[in-house]
């Protein structure tokens, strides 16, 4: 009953609490859906609460759409953005049969699509599998199965890009020289550029050699 699925989802919700509490060492799926993008399909408010709350916990983006035909709505405008499709394959307005059938023959979208449900039947299966179905999650669900059915249909990781190496430090410049800091002062000061001492010494003439007494 509601009532009875509330009071387990409640004490599911404490339990994990205390055990945070505790200090547990978490579950290791941090970060194992990280850059992945869903849609979830799915009309149950319980099992969209369930499933969001994995699929955030393991790094994951999701969208949620209530039933088939909000499902193909989205994906006919939006494909490109996600990565793999989870669909409830019994809902009202539109079944997951019917969504998963347009998506693949109307759309022709490749991206993996995986039935959730709580049918074990092989018939079901089968028309699933006719409908376009990848893969299957059965309800009720388990985080463990849930990801390994998950990790087998992820779209291949691009290889991540080299860290651009630290640029060089720049040359440390040489101490100007004297004749660039008397330009520079002259021209703070605003007086005329004077001659390099260089200049000077080079134009001077050079001293008269005296070889006669004096007069």
């Not at 009875?4 to 941090?30: C, K, M, N, R």
């Not at 009202?92 to 998963?100: E, K, L, N, Q």
């Not at 520079?184 to 000061?189: H, K, N, R, V, W």
């Amino acid at each position: 009953t509601s009532s009875s699925l509330f009071d387990a989802l409640h004490q599911a919700l404490a339990t994990q609490g205390e055990a945070e509490q505790q200090g547990v060492p978490d579950t290791g799926i941090v970060g194992t859906l990280a850059d992945v993008h869903f849609l979830l399909v799915e009309d149950n408010l319980l099992n969209q609460a369930v499933a969001r709350g994995i699929l955030e916990h393991a790094g994951a983006t999701l969208d949620i759409a209530g039933d088939g035909r909000q499902a193909v709505d989205i994906m006919r405008g939006h494909a490109a953005e996600y990565d793999l499709v989870l669909m409830d394959m019994q809902m009202p307005v539109m079944d997951g049969f019917t969504a998963t059938r347009i998506l693949r023959q109307e759309l022709q979208l490749k991206l993996p699509i995986i039935a959730m449900t709580a049918g074990v039947l092989e018939s079901e299966r089968d028309r699933s599998r006719e409908a376009g179905i990848t893969d299957f999650i059965p309800k009720p669900i388990e985080v463990d199965e849930m990801l390994a059915v998950l990790q087998r249909h992820l779209p291949r990781r691009a290889t991540p890009r080299t860290p651009r190496a630290p640029a060089p430090p720049a040359p440390v410049a040489p101490p100007p020289a004297e004749d660039d800091l008397l330009a520079a002062m002259a021209a703070a000061a605003g007086v005329p550029d004077p001659a390099p001492a260089s200049a000077a010494r080079s134009a001077a003439p050079p001293p008269r050699l005296v070889t006669g007494a004096p007069p």
